[in-house]
């Protein structure tokens, strides 16, 4: 590519490592097409999230202003029994978001017209001048780089590494959101602005809370977000779990409506056995509980040509770490600055697979070491 011509990335996953990716190339003057494979709006999906420093720095990097603050900041850090005896409390402030809120505000830094819905990526062709994509529905766009950003099981990523997938864990966690105003008094006064655990053997479940569906951080209009982490055997049991109520086996995770009937009663009942009082309220309070399996993945390297991985589509971090989203955002930030400051795109793409390579790899083995540890599974 010659030295001051605009480039052209054509990002396949609408989700939040596309809009990373996106954000950051447009600050440095790139076009950028996105394509997302779903029709419909994101908007609401997923659950709550650490507001890592690396998601700041993205989002000032590409100049989005936020109309509203991103996150609700949690005060102390609490363990809780069983019985929910409070056992350590340590003043550890930090800042919690929600998916939404970051895809929403991420999103209005994307012209309409350059966010693609309902495409299918099938494959691409690379060439002298860059690299062309392929739709199912036909079309072909023609960019400088390929970037795929379409997660855990991202299509790119099965192209250039067709034998390599994630591998499972051991263990799924079971989610929720619930208004702010829909918990029993009781139980958010215990837990109220706090970041909450009760560890056990083989368990863990924490809550803190996270902005509304609106985004909306005010008193009374937030959520809390809970996460229990449950052992469940490879097999049977781990296919019980990821069966809907509509008898489809999904791949790594049941969305909120769709966990079936049986699955939904066991988790309850094992609430009622097994939580402090006021977790047993969030989960009695929560109208659709939903899991994904843990899952575990690296990759041997983040290009191929001027092709490249980004955020979970190359290493899926367990989320003890609070680093999936932040991993993102660091990858598109990284890629943005590497190509802005080296004239050759090639060895600015060869620049940055080397640094972010690294940090993906010691993420996920990091997340790998807590994960074990705290579900008590063996190391190998």
Not at 306 to 322: E, K, N, W
Not at 332 to 340: E, F, P
Request: with cysteine.
């Amino acid at each position: 590519m010659d030295a001051g011509k605009r480039g052209c990335a054509l990002i396949i996953g609408g989700s939040l490592g596309g809009l990373f990716a996106g954000s950051a190339l447009q600050a440095i003057g790139w076009d950028v097409e996105i394509f997302e494979r779903s029709p419909a709006t994101l908007e609401s999906r997923g659950g709550g999230i650490v507001l890592q420093g690396d998601v700041v720095r993205a989002m000032r990097f590409a100049q989005i202003v936020a109309a509203h603050p991103l996150g609700v900041r949690s005060k102390d850090r609490l363990f809780l029994d069983p019985q929910g005896n409070e056992l350590s409390r340590q003043y550890m402030p930090q800042t919690q978001t929600s998916w939404n809120t970051l895809y929403n505000t991420l999103k209005q830094a994307i012209p309409e017209e350059h966010y693609h819905r309902g495409a299918k990526f099938i494959g691409f062709d690379e060439h002298a001048n860059g690299v062309t994509a392929r739709f199912e529905d036909g079309r072909l766009v023609e960019g400088d780089i390929l970037i795929g950003a379409d997660g855990g099981g991202s299509t790119v990523r099965g192209l250039l590494l067709p034998d390599l997938s994630p591998s499972y864990s051991g263990y799924v966690v079971w989610r929720g959101l619930v208004d702010e105003s829909k918990l029993p008094k009781a139980a958010r006064d215990q837990i109220y602005e706090h970041f909450v655990f009760q560890h056990d053997f083989e368990s863990m479940m924490l809550e803190y809370m996270v902005p509304g569906v609106d985004g909306s951080v005010q008193s009374g209009h937030r959520r809390f977000n809970w996460l229990w982490y449950l052992k469940a055997s490879f097999g049977t049991e781990l296919d019980a779990v990821l069966t809907d109520r509509f008898g489809v086996r999904r791949s790594h995770s049941v969305p909120p409506g769709a966990v079936a009937p049986l699955q939904e009663a066991w988790i309850r009942q094992m609430s009622e056995e097994r939580l402090n009082p006021a977790f047993r309220a969030l989960v009695d309070s929560t109208d659709d509980i939903f899991v994904q399996a843990i899952m575990d993945f690296q990759v041997p390297q983040m290009r191929f040509g001027r092709v490249l991985l980004l955020g979970d589509a190359a290493f899926i971090p367990r989320p003890h770490t609070a680093g999936s989203t932040a991993k993102a955002a660091a990858n598109a930030v990284s890629l943005a600055q590497t190509i802005a400051s080296t004239p050759d795109l090639e060895h600015a793409l060869r620049q940055w697979e080397q640094q972010q390579l690294a940090e993906g790899m010691h993420m996920t083995d990091w997340g790998i070491g807590m994960g074990n540890q705290i579900m008590n599974i063996a190391q190998h």
